[in-house]
């Protein structure tokens, strides 16, 4: 099969799950990728792609702003608008002429301006989440700012995704759907990942890991939460406990935090070194949807983890089996603290989180229900397999 896969930006181990599962599709099938760049990191990364092929076209900031402010009369998604370059859809137009790929692969909500301009060719979607969801929480509990972007992207966005399952799209989501929750031609394929094991041995000093895109809000908003609420008094119960907080482009308001008990690294190429050293990991994630990579990557590690009732439910993961969850500062002051004090419980978590990230989001996993999401598309009565 041919696959053309389009995505905002360039699948790296900053966004692990276009990476994932780009790589998924390169082991099976023939693949090209066409994609958006703003930096000339980002054009190393492509070339790095296994892929046949790399068509890339700039994107630069204010051009996309300006995008994004004509659309705000007109009721299209700002993410859309922010990610419309006509070169994007000159590059496609080429693409399908030329190359005549048998799906193409749109890579999260930015790329779905896209979907109509596939035509006659067959599109899968990987939304990763109904992204409208996590918009309709900063439209109720944010502050000011992100309130005002709530409200303005909502109702946009949600529009924007009841039309692709009402048009019969084919889409793929990251987490397991709820009961009363499924929706048509929607696929769970779940992030892969899979944890090199390089038989480091763990660390027996009290470390507390926070891994994530300091550049997104729910990620900041839960690390402050944390940082505020939480580790003085763990600080307490473990007076040597230290935090790494692992991320990229860390905000002034979290690198105030910096001390003899909070450690920072940011823009490191590889997070997989960081957990070996780790007790715990934290997921203080209180708005968001979909299934965290953070929380897969620490289970699939063996780090015992502390998370939010939440991401719990969305993962599909239990208090005290695979994971332990706090619903307030107090249960997560205590029941982390407990985890550094116990290392028997640690143990026991941290094995019944490594297999439930083996059975769901191993690469061997994730590529059945990858396929099972392509079967909706590819091959077609007449097609040929090229």
């Not at 994004?68 to 922010?82: E, F, H, M, N, V």
């Not at 039309?163 to 929607?186: D, H, I, K, Q, Y």
């Not at 007790?279 to 289970?299: C, D, F, N, Y």
């Not at 063996?302 to 969850?325: F, K, L, Q, S």
């Amino acid at each position: 099969m041919k696959v053309l896969f389009v995505a905002p930006w360039i699948p790296s181990k900053i966004r692990p799950r276009s990476l994932a599962l780009l790589e998924l599709l390169a082991k099976d099938h023939q693949v090209r990728f066409l994609g958006l760049t703003s930096s000339d990191e980002e054009v190393r990364q492509a070339r790095e792609l296994p892929v046949e092929s790399t068509t890339l076209v700039p994107r630069n900031r204010i051009p996309s702003m300006v995008r994004c402010a004509a659309a705000l009369p007109t009721g299209t998604s700002l993410q859309q608008a922010y990610a419309d370059v006509p070169q994007l859809s000159t590059a496609l137009a080429g693409e399908l002429r030329q190359w005549q790929p048998d799906v193409v692969h749109l890579n999260v909500f930015r790329t779905v301006h896209l979907v109509e301009r596939c035509a006659p060719v067959p599109v899968i979607v990987d939304l990763d989440e109904f992204r409208s969801e996590y918009y309709h929480q900063l439209a109720r509990t944010a502050g000011p700012k992100w309130k005002l972007v709530g409200r303005i992207e909502a109702p946009r966005m949600q529009a924007r995704e009841d039309a692709l399952v009402a048009n019969g799209v084919p889409l793929m989501v990251s987490a397991p759907f709820g009961p009363g929750e499924e929706r048509p031609n929607t696929y769970v394929v779940r992030s892969p990942y899979d944890h090199p094991e390089d038989g480091t041995p763990r660390a027996t000093e009290p470390r507390v890991l926070f891994v994530g895109r300091l550049t997104y809000e729910a990620n900041v908003d839960g690390l402050l939460w944390f940082l505020k609420n939480c580790w003085p008094e763990v600080r307490k119960l473990v007076p040597g406990a230290v935090l790494d907080i692992v991320g990229t482009d860390p905000p002034a308001s979290v690198q105030a935090f910096r001390g003899s008990d909070v450690e920072i690294h940011a823009n490191v190429p590889d997070v997989a070194p960081y957990y070996p050293r780790a007790s715990a990991a934290i997921v203080p994630v209180w708005r968001g949807t979909g299934v965290q990579m953070k929380l897969i990557q620490a289970l699939a590690a063996g780090v015992p983890t502390v998370t939010t009732p939440e991401v719990a439910r969305r993962a599909g993961v239990r208090h005290d089996h695979e994971v332990v969850v706090g619903a307030d500062a107090r249960s997560w002051a205590s029941e982390l603290s407990g985890l550094l004090t116990d290392p028997a419980r640690g143990q026991r978590l941290a094995a019944a989180g490594k297999r439930w990230a083996l059975d769901f989001h191993s690469s061997n996993a994730v590529r059945d229900q990858l396929a099972a999401a392509y079967a909706a598309v590819w091959p077609r009565p007449g097609q040929s397999r090229h």
